[in-house]
């Protein structure tokens, strides 16, 4: 007897319709669907509720009227929920990294990270919401207090490439602050975050957290527009981020935006690890197939080193695995979508008939199995700051290696770029890395380790990389009102009528 293994699809225990979360509920009026694709092999996954107007209208109607009972849970059993969301996290971790794997194409190995770190924020934000202090101070004969109160209603709005994470950062600090949520994830990657609705709806009331998947231009601004929404968060795109930043303004809600980044990565010539270092450089640069907001796309690297250390890198990119994503041996896998992918080889095309000097990769390659898929390997460049490839953010595995020597002109270039999302940088002078960090226009500095987020420091953006910060307990602030409350002891003696 032969046993087989079942298909990755039926291994994930996909369902074959999956519908918006509302008030506890998996239903809606709309009927129209779109398709979830797997990247890499074409195949069909599933069909989704294309989330309407009315749909929106429904979520945050069942937000707004769960939300007084909401706030008024004493925060020590929101938590509870938080954590108890984890372990559930926790227990299902393969099934749910595996549906983002077949979903949006990235390696299990490294959707199973999200979701190991998703499970942390919310752990991380029961625990700080627990000690999320107001302020108070003694005055004569009595008391001024400020009292940190939920909003209401929050819209949320992720993009694709890590949606465990970014529906992590976004549900753990306003459920934990205790508001209500209108949750719409990316349309490229709706599957894990509707799964994780099915835990959502056993654990919480209904209407705390409602997910509408759907079109950026129809549920998407359907939710930023509605007037009932008192807060909006954003991550995705500078472009669409100015959209909702407008939405915001027009009806004076706050708004916290993680948009786009285009990160320096700062090698300094007294390095000795080199190895180490063209490692960092190579994860910086292609983790998450090159997708994510905070890679390190732009090296430089110091004259003095750059004839021991580009070899090294070459060679490194030389190695990468890319393959299926479900291999446990790939290093870099499969781009989101078609689209995405024509978009990087095309960015690749622009780098070479600007002059840029292709290295390593770049090139489209077949993956027995999923022909269907943008497979590229990450593409090494050495090239100018000022090339379009090195200003322009690509969300692919390309890097562009700027040669330096004079400091002050290799910081005005690691800041001479419309983003200010993070940098990194190499060197065993603590006193020059603290100098550098001070320099960089960067909301996160990495000395001698990229990407290297540690739960509680905070994540966010300067300049056009958006305003306002994630992962910390300050993210706390920014899903709360803070009211003055001023108290005396007797009314005072009478004072002002003559
Ligand atoms: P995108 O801006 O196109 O889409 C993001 C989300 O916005 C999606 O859910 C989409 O449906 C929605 N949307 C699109 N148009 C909308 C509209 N008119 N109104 C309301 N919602 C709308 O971004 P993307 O291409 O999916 O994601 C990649 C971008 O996200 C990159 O720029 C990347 O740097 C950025 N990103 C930033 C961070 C961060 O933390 N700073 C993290 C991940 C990704």
């Known amino acids: 007897m032969t046993t087989q293994t079942p298909a990755p699809a039926a291994q994930a225990g996909l369902s074959e319709r999956y519908q918006p979360l509302i008030g506890g509920r998996f239903a809606s009026p709309t009927t129209e669907t779109f398709a979830a694709i797997n990247p890499a092999t074409g195949a069909h996954l599933a069909d989704i509720t294309r989330g309407s107007q009315a749909d929106i209208t429904d979520a945050v109607a069942a937000a707004k009227s769960a939300f007084p009972g909401w706030a008024a849970t004493p925060v020590e059993q929101r938590s509870a929920m938080l954590v108890e969301l984890a372990r ?11 549906i983002d794997a077949l ?19 919310y752990r991380f934000f029961a625990a700080a919401a627990v000690t999320h202090a107001g302020w108070n101070r003694s005055i004569a004969g009595g008391i001024a207090i400020a009292k940190r109160e939920p909003i209401g209603v929050v819209g949320q709005i992720i993009p694709w490439n890590v949606p465990a994470i970014m529906a992590a950062f976004k549900m753990a600090p306003a459920l934990a602050a205790g508001n209500t949520v209108v949750l719409k994830p990316d349309e490229n990657a709706s599957l894990s975050t509707l799964e ?12 705390v957290v409602n997910i509408v998947p759907g079109l950026g231009e129809e549920a998407g601004a359907a939710l930023t527009a509605h007037p009932d ?3 909006l968060a954003f991550t995705g795109s500078t472009e669409v981020g100015r959209l909702i930043a407008h939405a915001g303004a027009d009806r004076l809600v706050p708004v916290s935006l993680e948009l786009g980044g285009k990160s320096p990565n700062i090698v300094f010539p007294d390095v000795t690890d080199v190895d180490a270092i063209v490692d960092n450089a190579a994860f910086a640069v292609a983790h998450c197939n090159g997708q ?8 430089f690297v110091h004259d003095d080193i750059y004839d021991t ?69 990450p593409a090494l460049f050495a090239t100018e700051n000022s090339a379009r490839i090195a200003q322009e953010e690509i969300f692919g595995p390309v890097l562009s290696v700027i040669r330096w020597n004079d400091y002050d002109t290799m910081i005005a270039e690691a800041n001479g770029i419309r983003y200010g999302l993070a940098a990194g940088l190499y060197t065993n002078d603590i006193a020059n890395a603290m100098k550098t960090a001070d320099a960089l226009e960067a909301g996160s500095v990495w000395i001698n380790g ?32 803070l009211k003055s409350v001023t108290l005396l ?3 005072v003696a009478p004072f002002f009528l003559p």
């Open 196 to 207: 994780l609705g099915k835990y959502i709806s056993e654990i919480f009331p209904p209407g």
């Open 229 to 231: 929404v008192q807060k």
């Open 103 to 121: 979903d949006i194409g990235r390696r299990v190995s490294e959707t199973t990270i999200d979701h190991a770190r998703a499970a942390d924020q």
């Open 489 to 491: 002891n007797e009314p």
């Open 309 to 377: 250390f580009m070899p090294k890198l070459v060679a490194g990119f030389e190695r990468i695995v890319v393959g299926s994503p479900l291999d446990p041996t790939t290093v870099v896998s499969c781009l989101v979508s078609s689209e995405q992918g024509e978009r990087v080889l095309d960015y690749i095309d622009i780098g070479k008939k600007e002059g840029a000097d292709l290295l390593a990769g770049g090139d489209r390659i077949d993956v027995p199995g999923n022909e269907f898929g943008h497979f590229v390997r």
């Open 450 to 481: 990229y990407f290297n987020m540690i739960d509680g420091s905070p994540f966010g953006g300067y300049k056009d990389s958006g305003f306002g910060s994630e992962y910390c307990a300050e993210t706390l602030n920014m899903y709360t009102h």
């Open 88 to 98: 559930v996290i926790d227990a299902n971790i393969d099934r749910l990294a595996l």
């Open 292 to 299: 994510s907001c905070l890679a390190g796309t732009r090296l």
